[in-house]
């Protein structure tokens, strides 16, 4: 309860409480899942290797999925080899599950033999499966394998989910392949995974890299329920293809619908008030920055703080207005 409500330092209490000196494999798995469920993933390592130092409590086919993608995390590929050789001597090393974490993991070091090893060598390979050999190979740029995957999937007979369809739209994405993606698109709607907002934006996205705005934001127009993605996805697409004012209409309405904006909102919209000379929008756009802290010291890192004063000069600069140019830069903090 703790992790899932980012309080991970009152879970770790609560493992480490002196009455519970006799802690159980369900207790390890819940405070590593929880170290990683919060970005911490080197702590839920060192867990995992603490619960094999003390050799009390033995790790089961729960730990290790969520213990390999940890080593994934915090790049512990030597400790990925060990964990392997224990899946034999414990048995396991025939579970999904695990063999999926594996594959990931393996791809995500450029393990390339490894991962189809493990693959080849387990009996029952499910959706899951399949899934971690596609978005592995596409997390690591090899697109075409990743593709050769997909298709040796549908071919097994194995029906893709929307885990899946993200994955290969993704890629789609990257390389601006419009046909395939609109034939995913065409099997999207057939499997009725097209109510999926993750799935949504995912089209979103590919049309938009394929420069179809009118196909994005069609898909956009149809969703019954739009997060802060699917409106930067769009705005996005909008602002790729030079619709500039279509981008500002496209924010306005976002401001219609009580969806508040954020960084890649603002530095999207922006551009857009360059190209068009609209000053008036522009420091609309600036003062709820301010209002609301973003771009305010301390809430974000030093590369977003680039991102967004340089568009701000560079909007005041092309608007004529070179006095408010030069207070963005003259409140810039640079470091020494």
């Known amino acids: 309860m703790y992790s899932k409500c980012t309080l991970i330092d009152y879970a770790f209490r609560v ?103 493990v693959f080849d060598e387990l009996p029952v390979r499910d959706v899951v499966l399949w899934n971690s050999m596609v978005n592995g190979y596409a997390q690591i740029g090899h697109f075409e394998e990743a593709l050769r995957v997909f298709r040796r999937m549908v071919e097994n007979g194995v029906v893709p989910c929307r885990y899946t369809v993200t994955g290969v739209l993704s890629i789609y994405s990257v390389i601006g392949d419009f046909d395939n993606g609109r034939a995913v698109h065409g099997f999207v709607i057939k499997m009725g995974y097209d109510s999926s907002v993750v799935v949504s934006n995912a089209l979103i996205d590919m049309y938009g890299k394929c420069k179809c705005a009118s196909d994005a934001l069609n898909v956009f127009e149809i969703m019954d329920e739009k997060d802060i993605f699917s409106w930067n996805s769009v705005i996005s697409v909008h602002q790729r293809c030079s619709d500039h004012y279509g981008t500002l209409r496209l924010f306005d309405r976002m401001l219609g619908n009580r969806v508040q904006p954020d960084l890649v909102t603002v530095t999207t919209v922006l551009p857009a008030c ?51 140019a030069h207070m963005v830069f003259d409140n810039i903090n640079f470091l020494a």
């Open 15 to 117: 493992f480490n409480y002196p009455t519970h000196h006799q802690r159980n494999v369900f207790a390890y798995n819940a405070i590593i899942a929880g170290f990683v469920s919060n970005g911490l993933s080197q702590y839920g390592v060192l867990l995992y290797k603490q619960m094999r130092y003390l050799g009390i409590v033995v790790p089961d086919k729960f730990t290790f999925p969520c213990v390999i993608r940890a080593c994934g995390d915090a790049e512990e590929d030597l400790e990925v080899k060990k964990i392997h050789g224990l899946l034999f001597k414990l048995g396991l090393e025939l579970d999904v599950f695990v063999g999926s974490a594996l594959v990931i993991t393996y791809l995500k070091f450029g393990f390339v033999v490894d991962a189809h090893e």
């Open 274 to 324: 360059t190209h068009l000379a609209a000053l008036m929008h522009g420091r609309e756009i600036h003062g709820y920055m301010i209002v609301n802290g973003l771009g305010k010291e301390g809430t974000n890192n030093e590369f977003d703080d680039v991102l967004l004063n340089n568009a701000l000069m560079d909007m005041y600069a092309k608007c004529g207005n070179m006095r408010d």
